[in-house]
């Protein structure tokens, strides 16, 4: 057994916060060695928690629509990866849903960075996340997103893609008019 598999094994077999999950543990994360692009998001939500697909929503949709990729190539582990801060969803608090348990970047996160050697581009969404992958990140996501240059070509943090971000995406236009062509494009020259 490969070291990628016996690492795969032992996540998939996670239970370090089962008592804390009011939904149960199911970890969902899609990664390969292979993978050039990463998505560095926050936790699965409850559809994603339900099927085991991550961004199996409404996010999902907006999110494939902002990299301007189809279904088959997002789901293709082999171009995509995508890891969460939390591989298990954490149920809902008052205000959507909870923040992605610590326990996963702790027990896994950098094991499993460490298996994508080909790496290109890391879309970090939202603010865990960012907090994570961006430690000099700026004050709020607003202001991290609009500094988007000073980690591009290599990182580019986004906002989470969640249908509760309307009103962000509207107050932003310039995401959807100069972000999302050139994330466009440079997600089309790696997949």
Known sequence: MTT???LMKNVRAC???ALHLPHG?????QIDPDAKILIAGQAPG???HETGIPFDDASGDRLRNWMGVSEATFYDKKKVAILPMGFCYPGTGKTGDLPPRSECAVAWREQLLDQLSQLELTLVIGRY???YHLPESKASLTETVKAWQEYWPKVLPLPHPSPRNNI?????PWFGAKLIPIL????NELS
């Open 4 to 6: 990628f598999t016996a």
């Open 15 to 17: 239970t370090h916060c």
């Open 25 to 29: 543990v199911r970890p969902v994360l």
């Open 46 to 48: 409850r559809a994603a």
């Open 129 to 131: 996340a960012q907090s």
């Open 168 to 172: 962000w995406l509207k107050c932003n």
């Open 184 to 187: 466009r494009k440079r997600v």
